[in-house]
């Protein structure tokens, strides 16, 4: 499970999670509108990185990336 901090605070905020394979590099985006995501398609003895951005798709805009966050799993 990967969670984040909402510093807007606004319930319906949509967010897209990227998802690095740290061994290809091929990049995954996932879009929610919770604080948290669980990701079911990883595999064991592989590590990821995920960074997560608030988007606003009224004005097709949104906030930068947050910094990477790596992760191996076991």
Not at 31 to 52: A, E, H, L, N, P
Request: overall charge negative; cysteine-free; hydrophobic content about 25%.
């Amino acid at each position: 499970i990967i969670n984040w901090t909402d510093n807007y605070n606004e319930p319906t905020t949509p967010y897209q999670v990227e998802k690095t394979d740290n061994a290809t590099g091929k990049k995954t985006i996932l879009k929610t509108y919770f604080k948290s995501i669980t990701d079911g398609s990883v595999s064991s003895g592989s590590s990821y990185s995920y960074r997560v951005k608030a988007i606003n798709e009224e004005e097709e805009t949104s906030s930068k990336w947050t910094g990477a966050v790596s992760v191996t799993i076991p």
